[in-house]
């Protein structure tokens, strides 16, 4: 099997690399190829470097998509995206990379496709930004998607042409919609949800976090280790069972920042929490206030798809995974 991970630079493309390595059946078929390409040459672990190559890529520069349907990987992780609040900020910049850089390469796949038989399985990294208030208490799998955000209208356009080209015979995809990704190991970055994993990451390390919202402001929620598993369910499943409706919201936690905060304290304790400053930002809290807090992912629930119950759970996977086990 040929697999290749666009975006395999980012977080989650590296924790994905880092669980085919630890487990080289995961996706259900021995991995024969493993390509890794971002804006900047990814890193093969050395388990995997005998069958792996590295590729710096912008999927949206000329002739990039082409080059890579080329190779006909038999699944294709499609990570590659930039955040939120840069695509808020950069109008056109998030347009180019989010949806021109989606849609080339779903055009790729297709004109590959025509010079001789390949539908290859295309797991693209969609968000819960592409639902817009008002919301109900629960969003549940038949709400419509309306986003309020540039980085939402993007995810929306490129998951209905995700649904079109798999309809289409053209791939065989799966859209998976991320929860907020929850401890995110590293250094901030310019997601606007990027402070839900600053308040813990960063007192768990001893050092202050700026928290600009409310602590009564309600997420979802999912960790990287469930992240990972997300994909890699996606890409070994029998999409048979998924029907017409590719794009899937993936089940997760919806919890309040205070809450978040009140695990911090049970698990690393008082001082912990005395390390968050309390800095309203109204830039940030008018772009959380249009997001969605809660679902109902009954359908991918159903199709095999898990996540946590708890923000201490949550908490310890970090711990586990980043920390050593150890605060």
Not at 37 to 59: G, N, R
Not at 118 to 144: H, L, M, N, W
Not at 295 to 310: K, W
């Amino acid at each position: 099997m040929h697999v290749m991970i666009i975006g395999a630079a980012g977080m989650i493309g590296r924790k994905l690399v880092e669980r085919l390595a630890a487990e080289p059946a995961a996706l259900g078929h021995e991995i024969t190829r493993l390509t890794l390409v971002d804006v900047v040459e990814p890193v093969a672990p050395s388990a995997l470097s005998a069958i792996s190559a590295a590729h710096a890529i912008d999927l949206s520069s000329e002739a990039s998509a082409e080059r890579l349907a080329a190779a006909r990987p038999d699944v294709i992780f499609h990570l590659a995206a930039i955040v939120s609040g840069e695509a808020e900020a950069d109008f056109d910049k998030g347009y180019r990379v989010n949806l021109d850089g989606t849609r080339a390469l779903f055009e790729a796949i297709r004109q590959e496709g025509q010079r001789g038989p390949y539908t290859p399985r295309v797991v693209f990294a969609s968000s819960i930004a592409v639902f817009g208030q008002p919301f109900p208490e629960k969003i549940g799998d038949e709400f419509f998607t309306t986003p309020l955000t540039s980085y939402g209208t993007q995810k929306a356009i490129c998951e209905l042409l995700l649904a079109d080209y798999t309809r289409r015979g053209f791939f065989d995809g799966i859209g998976i919609r991320l929860p907020t990704i929850c401890v995110r190991p590293g250094a901030p970055n310019k997601a606007a949800s990027g402070f839900f994993s600053n308040i813990l990451r960063e007192p768990l390390a001893g050092k202050e976090a700026v928290l600009p919202v409310d602590e009564d402001v309600r997420h979802w929620f999912a960790s990287p280790r469930s992240a990972v598993g997300f994909f890699v369910h996606a890409a070994r499943m029998d999409t048979d069972r998924i029907g017409p409706r590719r794009n899937l919201t993936m089940p997760g936690l919806s919890a309040l920042v205070g809450e978040e905060i009140e695990a911090l304290g049970r698990i690393a304790g008082a001082k912990a929490v005395g390390l968050i400053r309390r800095e309203p930002d109204p830039v940030i809290r008018a772009i959380v206030a249009g997001w969605p807090t809660n679902f109902d992912a009954r359908r991918a629930r159903e199709l095999g798809f898990t996540a946590e119950t708890s923000f201490d759970e949550i908490i310890r996977i970090h711990i586990e995974d980043e920390l050593g086990g150890k605060i």
